[in-house]
């Protein structure tokens, strides 16, 4: 796991739980993950957390909701939806077989938005 410096505990647990799930989603899709663009996501994560208010911070740290809009921006900007397009859209619109938990549906739609 990629060290991250001068972030604040809670920004770099939030880092750590981001990456978890885009490991998750890549191995439930059973896909490699563009390592790039997932380290550019989880960068743009963070530099979002950093910039934001500490009770704002907090807010997204107990809101999995929050969380996950979060997660969703990071993982567009960093051009993950473009990514493996032709094949994750194909599963986004049947979402037959995948067994990926809903919240992850949330990335998924990104790939037919």
């Not at 750590?16 to 993950?33: D, I, N, S, T, V």
């Not at 094949?87 to 067994?99: D, K, M, T, V, W």
Request: glycine share 6%; hydrophobic share 40%; proline share 5%.
């Amino acid at each position: 796991m990629k060290k991250v410096r001068n972030q604040p505990d809670e920004i770099r647990l939030l880092q750590q739980e981001f990456r978890r799930h885009l490991e998750c989603f890549y191995a439930g899709l059973k896909l490699a993950p563009p390592y790039e663009s997932v380290e550019r996501a989880i960068t743009q994560f963070a530099a979002t957390l950093k910039a934001m208010a500490p009770d704002e911070r907090k807010r997204i740290g107990i809101d999995p909701d929050l969380r996950w809009t979060q997660y969703r921006t990071a993982f567009v900007e960093a051009g993950l939806h473009r990514k493996h397009r032709g094949i994750i859209a194909g599963f986004a619109r049947s979402r037959q077989g995948l067994g990926l938990p809903a919240e992850y549906h949330r990335l998924l739609d990104t790939f037919i938005a």
